[in-house]
């Protein structure tokens, strides 16, 4: 939700542009974001609110947008840095979140880091991408050299992210089960769990009812009887969620396994 309002402030912002002159302010160039301070609360509906918030906003984000493109890359080839922050994300963030994959590869090929600056919990582009389903977006971070092994400092992953989406449409469903074996082909860990709650990409994917990303998922040897700090499995998640057929699969899957390990 946030990066959802975080867009409306863009809209809003942008729209009302022509009334003021592009703030100009140096390159912010760091690692991590810092932290949006709560005193920056604000209505993204409210232009006057915005503008309060977002003072002192890189100019860079005045030119994002389905209709600025031409204003995007004349800025950057005039050397506008990219690779800076507003309210607490990279401008490279917020364009992922937007899902305009044209946007982003502007971005791209005007110098933005395709990993950093992350947020204040470690997280990227990618992530943001994967958390709201823009696989196309996803893509083409992943081939611009973003780490698919990325996570938040609650241990949150991009298979994790992946799988907590649920996209609609049968043909994205397959689009995601390919990018979550890319994933898992690159390293990233198919048992890897937040570190709070314990939730595991397994666990994700029953609790959507994702037939398709649960079979991917164990057949790349997703432990079923891996439990979360509660001593749920993915099993417990789905029967409660009144998946049916996902819980056949893994409670087939359970049948076959080994008994659990102590590491579990």
């Known amino acids: ?50 503008r309060k918030a977002w003072k002192g906003a890189p100019r860079i984000v005045l030119a994002l947008g389905l209709t600025r493109h031409e204003q995007l890359k004349a800025l950057l080839a005039r050397g506008e840095n990219p690779n800076v922050c507003v309210l607490g994300a990279s401008v490279l963030t917020l364009s992922a979140a937007s899902g305009d994959i044209e946007e ?30 823009h696989w196309d977006v996803a893509r083409l971070l992943l081939a611009r050299g973003a780490n698919p092994k990325a996570m938040t400092t609650g241990h949150m992953t991009s298979l ?6 649920w996209p609609s449409a049968p043909a994205q469903r397959a689009e995601q089960v390919t990018l979550a074996a890319y994933l898992i082909d690159h390293g990233v860990g198919v048992d890897d769990q937040l570190s709070g709650p314990g939730t595991s990409a397994l666990m994700m994917a029953a609790i959507r009812g994702n037939e398709e990303l649960v079979q991917l998922l164990l057949q790349r040897g997703a432990d079923p009887r891996l439990e979360d700090r509660r001593g749920q499995t993915a099993l417990a998640f789905t029967a409660r969620k009144g998946h049916a057929a996902v819980a056949e699969v893994l409670a087939s899957a359970l049948a076959s396994a080994a008994p659990a390990s102590s590491e579990h």
Do not use: F, N, W
């Not at 912002?13 to 949006?36: F, G, N, W």
């Not at 950093?116 to 990618?126: E, H, K, V």
């Open 160 to 165: 994790i992210k992946l799988s907590g989406s």
């Open 1 to 50: 939700m946030r990066a959802l309002a975080i867009l409306a402030s863009c809209a809003v912002l942008a729209a009302s542009a022509h009334a003021q002159d592009p703030v100009r302010i140096k390159p912010l160039q760091m690692a991590t974001c810092p932290e949006t301070p709560q005193s920056l609360a604000y209505d993204p509906s409210d232009p006057k609110s915005v």
């Open 104 to 133: 982003v590869e502007i971005l791209l090929d005007g110098g933005a880091d395709p990993d950093r600056p992350t947020d204040a919990l470690g997280g990227t582009p990618l992530l943001m991408a994967l958390d709201l389903g």
